[in-house]
């Protein structure tokens, strides 16, 4: 009998402990979107609101008005959005190419300078020149400066990357790597028909993490271009923000026709919502890549 | 007999001419040996080249630029031609207060973001286990990944709307509560919580699911007999997950230390706006150089500081490296 009723207690107690655990986590889940929502519901308020109550978590009246305000003259977010699409495509699969013969080269045990090369490569993720030789030597040196590819090249090869993708090419089997061999297909038909068809999950996730790279990127950006034809996608969101606080710190600016706050936050979800969403579509891939990453 | 003595210069002859062949034919096998060694090489080299060809360029080359720091650097001098000084801009960097500043800050931030961030990945990774049979701990889980694919930028404009002294949410509720408002962006001592909370919210997904992965890879058979043993979840965690996830928690905890005289340049710089007033708890050695690069201008003062960097944090990355490769060699850079 104690047997029974101690059993009950044991289930009912695990039962809390899982309710507990489900409350806990329900409350974490909702602080990591909460601040996005803060976001969205301020794009959707009426200025005046915002002004007199605050920044909001629900909007208290809905507008489209700060939507329709820069979608007047969408110039410049549209060009923001090409040079992001153009900058995203060609560096993450150029980096993707380039960083995956690498790898494939590394990953082959009987490659006679390997090690050498291992650790050329290597060798950047332990040590490098610091901010300054690099940036003189960007715009001095290649003459990058306010150019497109200064979004591009900086990032083209992650030595981390490179690492991830070594690990798993040296797992392929080498029998069937050999057959074809045998047959008569050389390295970069092997590689092309054989490793890169057989790779997709770390070639995915890789992939994936240079798209973040560069579609998140302002850091280039901010360091390399004045020329606003060419601001990507977050440097544009940045200097908007830098800038609407200016205005607003300055009463005189700040005509009453200019909705400030929720055009800035508009601009926030026009900018990033629309990646964030895809992104999360597609983090489990993330999450494989992270949890191969993590175990090796 | 007389045959016999003929033949002898005959056979000798025969013979060089034979070790000569093979002398011969023995180069030809090295040269032919060497020919294939380079046919199965080349096209691994050839793949290997653009990526090489990058990491010279982007990698190498900057780093003789290091010599900066010894040099009063002037644009129109250029590297080279700009004048050696020595160690000046080490000992007028040190002299500052910026320089113990921005040491402390930046191995300060980044060692409460280790402790913070592995406590709470962890505690999420092992209740996360404890439900990761329910449907929705697939929706927990894209909810606490979704702050890492959210860029500085777009944290910076939330962070202001929380925090901004008049329409900011935590003011208005301050105000509603009876409380005065707060100054966030001129108090400097709010930004270590800030910036801890903010690192958190951004990192915490992405670490959790790294124990999570750790978890999972734990052989089950463990639990079950700990079940039949009648051992509770919390037993379980403690006495089977922790001790068995030490290996993975002590190499990322030292990888980090390796990178903690790095610090997250788009954390220190665009979440506390760039304020003057908020340096002194948020001014790290990235956002330093940055500044003495974009703003001041001090080339001299700020090389100086990338280098003490360079340095100091490449001997953190060897050190640590050194004692992970002594636990798992797989795990190690090198």
Known sequence: MRDIYSNRFYRIRSQLTQTCIHVLFALVGLACILPLLLILSSSFSEEADIARYGYPLVPRHWTTFAYEYILKVPSQILRSYGVTTFVTVVGSAIGLLLMSLLAYALSRSRFKYRKQLSFYVFFTMLFNGGLIPWYIWVTQGLHLKDKVEA???????????????????????EELLDSARVDGAGEWRIFFQFVVPLSTPPLATVGLFCILMYWNDWWLALLFINEPKLQPLQYMLYTILTNARAMAANPMTT?????????????????????????????????????????? | MLELTKSQPAQAEARTRRERFRATSDRSTTRSRRRRELQQNLPWMLMAAPAAVWILIFSYVPMFGLIIAFKDYRNNLGMWGSEWVGLRNFTYLF????????????????????????????????????????????????????????????????????????????????????????????????????????????????????????????????YEAAKVDGATGWQQALYITLPLLVPLIVINVLLSIGRIFYADFGLFYQVPRDQGLLYATTNVIDTYVFRALRTTGDIGMASAAGFYQAIVGFLLVLGSNLIVRRIDPDKSLF
């Open chain 1, 151 to 173: 979004l591009i090249l900086p990032y083209l090869i992650v030595p981390w990357f490179v690492l991830l993708l070594r690990t798993y090419f040296a797992q392929l089997p």
């Open chain 2, 95 to 222: 002299a500052t207060k910026a320089a113990r500043e921005i040491t402390f800050n930046t191995l300060f931030m980044n060692g409460l973001f280790i402790i913070t961030t592995l406590i709470v990945s962890l505690t999420v990774a092992l209740l996360m286990y404890q439900i990761h049979h329910h449907p929705l701990a697939r929706l927990y889980q894209s909810a606490l990944f979704f702050p890492y694919f959210i860029s500085y930028v777009i944290v910076s404009a939330f962070v202001f709307g929380f925090l901004s002294t008049d329409a900011g949410l935590v003011n208005r509720m301050l105000v509603s509560w009876g409380f005065e408002k707060l100054q966030w962006y001129s108090t400097p001592e709010y930004w270590r919580p800030i910036l801890t909370l903010v690192n958190l919210w951004k990192g915490v997904g992405f670490w959790s699911i790294v124990y999570f992965a750790g978890i999972l890879a734990i052989n089950p058979e463990y």
């Open chain 1, 255 to 296: 005509g009453m026709s200019t909705p400030i706050a929720t055009v800035r936050m508009a601009m926030a979800v026009l900018a990033t919502g629309p990646a964030a969403l895809a992104f999360l579509l597609v983090q489990r891939y993330f999450i494989k890549g992270i949890t191969v990453g993590a175990l090796k």
